[in-house]
């Protein structure tokens, strides 16, 4: 209660454009210089590889796995 | 309405000298770049405070979901719609193994290999179990998963299984496709050119585990020679076909690593590189090799928060070598393996029918629940009560306890439910590693091309073991 306290003291004096600045969220942009990688999920055991939906795209490709 | 933080966002630490951090939320697979001031409140349950634009924005990204929404309860109910969908919009999805034979004996392989490949008549059992699920799902089409032992052994009944299913679906416009893990030994140009081809193949998986003194430490043949050299030049010569792009197919090199040839990971990265394949490749991964079928090969793996460190790093240097590397998060996983539920299933060369891709040729599993059934018994047979059907209500109970209150479940699911039952904790690496993802991926994003290369140098000098602690 006293950390909410605390955030909370002087919010009311703010502006809205003071509160937006401080309550700021943006995008984060997507670097378009590198292109993406292609293909499905990677994994040598099919049966983690599921495509039962629509094949997927270049843009579904994730690294991760 | 009232909102509240979903408990599915993950915030990295501060980025910046601002303290700005990258929030992103599992379940819509959605980040944003949010002020300290936007952090503390989220985390401390004063959304009602902030501005409403910056709130729409939040509630947008599924950062900020209704107060009384049952996040869980939403997720599992994803799952089981898209895990029992069919229907002309989706793929049936079957996987076969041709063959019990592979040539190499890789000491982590848990498969016993036999010279068995599958007789004709279960070839037709099949192809008519096959497209009775078509029919009775009414699919828009069918993927094969072509897999072994070592499946280009098994070319004959590939090639039978392919051409009768076609000639059983011809003039009815059912797309035919499929991938193939194959060791790449027997990839030669002209029979890559009939599985694009002829099998409509557009996904290949072949394993280089290092270069040439580490993988052949690893993937010998049974009889202890190497592999190397001869699957390298076969996907060269592939790769550099004139028209291999327009060919649209995804070759993707897993390389398993472990304490024996974790050397030779970043000479791979470099070779390839030098070698220009490198921008050919739809993925160069690294997997931690586990334990399969009892075998305890995990014996010499890396910890968790070793391969976690590893993979960030090689990825770094794939950026700096310039791979098409994508820095993509992980994606909201609906069904993470055919073993929770759905059409799909496997067939070995012996007739026998899975649900799990790792069971098969494994004495261990021999007698075991994984086996579904057999062709030769009953080739048209429906199977009740499937191993791991249930996981996802377990998941929602709370049985499957760590993942119940995994902030990464949307993506993740619980990657292996057989590896959790066996006791092994199957948390992919990014359980460990993904604040420090959310850091690169700003990095990567924020920075500007000329002084891209040192900082990513700044940011790998900067990781250290501790920084790779499992997410709670």
Same mark, same amino acid.
């Given at each position: 209660m006293q950390k909410k306290n605390q955030l909370l003291k002087g919010i009311d004096t703010l502006s809205e454009q003071e509160k937006l600045e401080i309550f700021n969220v943006q995008e984060l942009e997507k670097r378009l210089e590198m292109a993406d990688s292609v293909g499905i999920s990677p994994t040598n055991h099919p049966g983690q590889d599921i495509i039962n939906t629509t094949p997927r795209n270049t843009d579904e490709a994730c690294w991760w796995q | 309405m009232k909102y509240k933080l979903s408990f599915y966002t993950i915030f990295s630490d501060p980025v910046d000298l601002l303290k700005n951090r990258v929030a992103y939320n599992t379940r819509t697979g959605n980040t944003a770049i949010v002020s300290e001031a936007c952090y503390n409140f989220l985390q401390n349950g004063l959304e009602e405070y902030m501005p409403p634009s910056i709130r729409e924005k939040l509630i947008g990204k599924g950062i900020l979901t209704e107060l009384n929404e049952n996040e869980i309860e939403t997720i599992i109910r994803e799952n089981n719609t898209d895990i029992k969908s069919k229907g002309p919009d989706k793929y049936l999805y079957e996987v076969i193994q041709p063959t019990a034979m592979c040539q190499l004996g890789c000491y982590y392989c848990g498969q016993q290999h036999t010279k068995t490949n599958l007789k004709d008549d279960l070839v037709d059992k099949i192809v008519e179990r096959i497209i009775t699920k078509f029919r009775r799902g009414r699919y828009k089409g069918i993927l094969i998963g072509w897999f072994g032992g070592e499946p280009l052994l098994g070319l004959p009944q590939m090639r039978s299984i392919n051409k009768k299913l076609r000639e059983s679906l011809d003039g009815e416009d059912v797309?035919?496709?499929?991938?193939?893990?194959?060791?790449?030994?027997?990839?030669?140009?002209?029979?890559?050119?009939?599985?694009?081809?002829?099998?409509?193949?557009?996904?290949?998986?072949?394993?280089?585990?290092?270069?040439?003194?580490? $993988?052949?430490? &690893?993937?010998?043949?049974?009889?202890?020679?190497?592999?190397?050299?001869?699957?390298?030049?076969?996907?060269?010569?592939?790769?550099?076909?004139?028209?291999?792009?327009?060919?649209?197919?995804?070759?993707?090199?897993?390389?398993?690593?472990?304490?024996?040839?974790?050397?030779?990971?970043?000479?791979?990265?470099?070779?390839?590189?030098?070698?220009?394949? $490198?921008?050919?490749?739809?993925?160069?991964?690294?997997?931690?090799?586990?334990?399969?079928?009892?075998?305890?090969?995990?014996?010499?793996?890396?910890?968790?928060?070793?391969?976690?460190?590893?993979?960030?790093?090689?990825?770094?240097?794939?950026?700096?070598?310039?791979?098409?590397?994508?820095?993509?998060?992980?994606?909201?996983?609906?069904?993470?393996?055919?073993?929770?539920?759905?059409?799909?299933?496997?067939?070995?060369?012996?007739?026998?029918?899975?649900?799990?891709?790792?069971?098969?040729?494994?004495?261990?599993?021999?007698?075991?629940?994984?086996?579904?059934?057999?062709?030769?018994?009953? &080739?048209?047979?429906?199977?009740?009560?499937?191993?791991?059907?249930?996981?996802?209500?377990?998941?929602?109970?709370?049985?499957?306890?760590?993942? $119940?209150?995994?902030?990464?479940?949307?993506?993740?699911?619980?990657?292996?439910?057989?590896?959790?039952?066996?006791?092994?904790?199957?948390?992919?690496?990014?359980?460990?590693?993904?604040?420090?993802?959310?850091?690169?991926?700003?990095l990567f994003n924020q920075t500007p091309k000329d002084k891209l290369e040192g900082t990513l140098d700044s940011f790998v000098s900067s990781l250290d073991v501790k920084d790779f602690i499992r997410l709670t």
């Amino acid at each position: 209660m006293q950390k909410k306290n605390q955030l909370l003291k002087g919010i009311d004096t703010l502006s809205e454009q003071e509160k937006l600045e401080i309550f700021n969220v943006q995008e984060l942009e997507k670097r378009l210089e590198m292109a993406d990688s292609v293909g499905i999920s990677p994994t040598n055991h099919p049966g983690q590889d599921i495509i039962n939906t629509t094949p997927r795209n270049t843009d579904e490709a994730c690294w991760w796995q | 309405m009232k909102y509240k933080l979903s408990f599915y966002t993950i915030f990295s630490d501060p980025v910046d000298l601002l303290k700005n951090r990258v929030a992103y939320n599992t379940r819509t697979g959605n980040t944003a770049i949010v002020s300290e001031a936007c952090y503390n409140f989220l985390q401390n349950g004063l959304e009602e405070y902030m501005p409403p634009s910056i709130r729409e924005k939040l509630i947008g990204k599924g950062i900020l979901t209704e107060l009384n929404e049952n996040e869980i309860e939403t997720i599992i109910r994803e799952n089981n719609t898209d895990i029992k969908s069919k229907g002309p919009d989706k793929y049936l999805y079957e996987v076969i193994q041709p063959t019990a034979m592979c040539q190499l004996g890789c000491y982590y392989c848990g498969q016993q290999h036999t010279k068995t490949n599958l007789k004709d008549d279960l070839v037709d059992k099949i192809v008519e179990r096959i497209i009775t699920k078509f029919r009775r799902g009414r699919y828009k089409g069918i993927l094969i998963g072509w897999f072994g032992g070592e499946p280009l052994l098994g070319l004959p009944q590939m090639r039978s299984i392919n051409k009768k299913l076609r000639e059983s679906l011809d003039g009815e416009d059912v797309d035919i496709r499929g991938k193939i893990v194959t060791n790449g030994l027997s990839l030669k140009e002209n029979i890559f050119l009939e599985l694009v081809n002829d099998f409509k193949i557009n996904n290949f998986e072949v394993t280089l585990d290092g270069t040439e003194e580490f $993988h052949d430490q &690893h993937r010998y043949t049974k009889s202890k020679k190497k592999s190397f050299s001869l699957i390298y030049r076969n996907l060269q010569q592939i790769m550099n076909r004139e028209d291999f792009l327009s060919l649209k197919c995804s070759i993707s090199i897993r390389c398993n690593v472990d304490e024996k040839n974790i050397d030779g990971v970043v000479p791979l990265i470099n070779k390839l590189a030098d070698d220009g394949l $490198h921008q050919k490749i739809a993925y160069l991964y690294f997997v931690n090799i586990y334990s399969w079928g009892g075998n305890d090969a995990n014996t010499i793996s890396l910890t968790k928060e070793q391969i976690a460190k590893n993979q960030l790093e090689w990825r770094v240097l794939q950026i700096k070598r310039g791979y098409p590397v994508s820095i993509n998060l992980p994606k909201r996983k609906k069904q993470i393996c055919i073993a929770v539920g759905g059409d799909s299933e496997m067939y070995d060369a012996y007739g026998n029918i899975f649900n799990c891709t790792e069971v098969s040729y494994s004495s261990v599993y021999e007698e075991g629940m994984y086996k579904l059934g057999s062709l030769k018994e009953n &080739h048209l047979g429906e199977f009740q009560n499937k191993p791991f059907n249930n996981w996802n209500k377990e998941i929602q109970d709370g049985t499957q306890a760590p993942c $119940h209150f995994c902030r990464l479940l949307p993506v993740c699911g619980g990657t292996c439910p057989k590896s959790w039952k066996e006791g092994n904790p199957a948390c992919p690496p990014f359980k460990y590693n993904i604040k420090k993802d959310l850091e690169l991926l700003y990095l990567f994003n924020q920075t500007p091309k000329d002084k891209l290369e040192g900082t990513l140098d700044s940011f790998v000098s900067s990781l250290d073991v501790k920084d790779f602690i499992r997410l709670t």
